[in-house]
């Protein structure tokens, strides 16, 4: 049975002069950032929602956020790829096209370091481990590159055989309650029809769920379901694709397989979201027939074409390509303005001065952009300089305590975590990723900017 997580991220909104978002959290004491978002567990919060909503009534205060339903991986056999890292628009070409297959050329050393799985593109080493382990439901065709530096082979995996029956959310144009507009806070009238989408989260909230009675206190609501098949009815394969009329094709991978691709390294199971099971006398007004895609005849027709152009390029020679400190820096100015909620503000000149007389010295050009943030969206946390002076001071007192060896030298000093809990640690310029299990090195970067690079540009 697969079992469901319900998350419920809002903030208030209103006009009244001096109201304060992050206030409003703390009158009713519930966590939330610095900006006033509150992170609600539904299952197990659904009363703080109610008492949000009372106090919000009470201070002529609306209430905006975004609900997310979600299977519990370990009760899934089906995956979804949802990769984290994207090439940026202008990493691809504009659309080309051979015979009948339509494609776009891509700068391929742009990827990620180790990075194996990035849009809709699956690498060599992806490739490779695929044919070695007999997995089934694949075939490749090569991704064109047209970057001046060295970069691995990118692929577009040919996924040959299809899910019968799913739900996919995707068909909604609208599958959100908006009341208000968030920025004016005018009333939105006469827009909106709430009957099909009400009708919908009622279908939608199975077999379990609590969105219809989340839905009663929310002034503005967008909702995100999960893509569901039936697990009964999937082919015999490896990997599959659902796919309806007009969508694109999502390519879906069986947990075995992602078992065995994870334990070799070669998948992260951060790329991948558990598809839930349904069965038809459950959700009768909502399952699809999954079509055929159209575009896998042409595909695999020109593989050889595209093969052929592969070898003819690694038979080049091309420089590899290595960022500067400079074009670091900026590129993590550019991911702050396009994700002002993830990175602070910078460092004050008070506490760079103690920066600079530290260990962690070599953070400060980081630090004079944003004080912590979050990178690669999520994938990873740096602290506040005084924060991570007392994370250090007791991650070492932990080793102390548990009698393990330090596996890096003494100076090495932990500045950050990983969203797995795992431990980052700066050691003069190099940064290590430690497991929070074994303490073993699990990641290196030869340069701060390098690991900043690896986030920010993915």
């Not at 929602?49 to 609900?67: D, T």
């Not at 590129?331 to 396009?338: F, I, Q, T, V």
Request: one cysteine or more; hydrophobic letters at 35%; aromatic letters at 14%.
């Amino acid at each position: 049975m697969t079992i469901y997580n319900e998350i419920l991220e809002l903030i208030a909104d209103c006009h009244r002069e001096g109201f304060d978002k992050e206030d409003f959290a703390k009158e009713l004491h519930i966590a939330s950032d610095r900006v006033g978002w509150m992170r609600l567990d539904i299952g197990k919060e659904m009363d703080t929602l109610k008492r949000i909503s009372s106090h919000a009534k009470e201070n002529g205060v609306k209430l905006r956020g975004e609900y997310t339903k979600t299977a519990i991986p370990s009760t899934a056999q089906w995956y979804r790829f949802s990769p984290r890292n994207h090439f940026s628009m202008s990493d691809y070409s504009y659309s080309e096209k051979y015979e009948n297959y339509w494609y776009y050329k891509v700068r391929a050393y742009k990827a990620p370091r180790g990075c194996n799985v990035i849009d809709n593109l699956v690498s060599q080493a992806f490739v490779d481990k695929y044919r070695e382990s007999g997995l089934t439901g694949l075939d490749f065709i090569w991704q064109p590159d047209n970057g001046k530096y060295h970069a691995d082979s990118f692929y577009v995996p040919i996924v040959l055989e299809k899910a019968k029956r799913c739900i996919y959310p995707g068909h909604m144009d609208i599958a959100s309650k908006q009341t208000y507009h968030s920025v004016t806070l005018a009333p939105v009238t006469g827009r909106y029809d709430f009957a099909e989408t009400l009708a919908y989260y009622q279908q939608a909230d199975f077999p379990q769920g609590h969105l219809c009675e989340v839905e009663k206190y929310m002034d503005n609501l967008d909702v995100v379901l999960p893509l569901t098949v039936e697990y009964h009815s999937m082919p015999d394969t490896d990997f599959a694709y659902c796919v309806l009329e007009g969508f694109k094709p999502i390519p879906l991978i069986r947990d075995t397989a992602l078992q065995l691709l994870t334990d070799s390294g070669i998948a992260n199971r951060a790329d991948f979201t558990p598809v839930p099971d349904i069965h038809e006398e459950e959700q009768h007004l909502l399952i699809y027939e999954c079509t055929e895609y159209p575009r896998i005849p042409d595909m695999l027709h020109a593989k050889a074409h595209f093969e052929k152009l592969r070898l003819t390029l690694a038979a080049k020679e091309r420089p590899v390509f290595v960022p500067s400190e400079k074009e670091v820096l900026a590129l993590l100015r550019k991911y702050k303005r396009n994700h002002p909620d993830f990175l602070n503000r910078a460092i004050s000149k008070k506490i760079a001065e103690a920066v600079s007389q530290s260990p962690y010295s070599p953070l400060l050009p980081y630090y004079r952009i944003g004080c912590a943030g979050r990178l690669a969206e999520y994938a990873y946390e740096y602290f506040y300089y005084e924060t991570a002076l007392q994370e250090n001071e007791a991650f070492h007192q932990r080793l102390a305590a548990e009698h393990i060896a330090d596996p890096l030298p003494n100076e090495a000093v932990l500045f950050g975590k990983s969203a797995d809990d795992n431990y980052l640690l700066l050691h003069k310029e190099q940064v290590y990723e430690l497991s929070c299990y074994d303490y073993q090195v699990i990641n290196h970067w030869d340069a701060v900017y390098l690991f900043f690079y690896e986030q920010v540009e993915g």
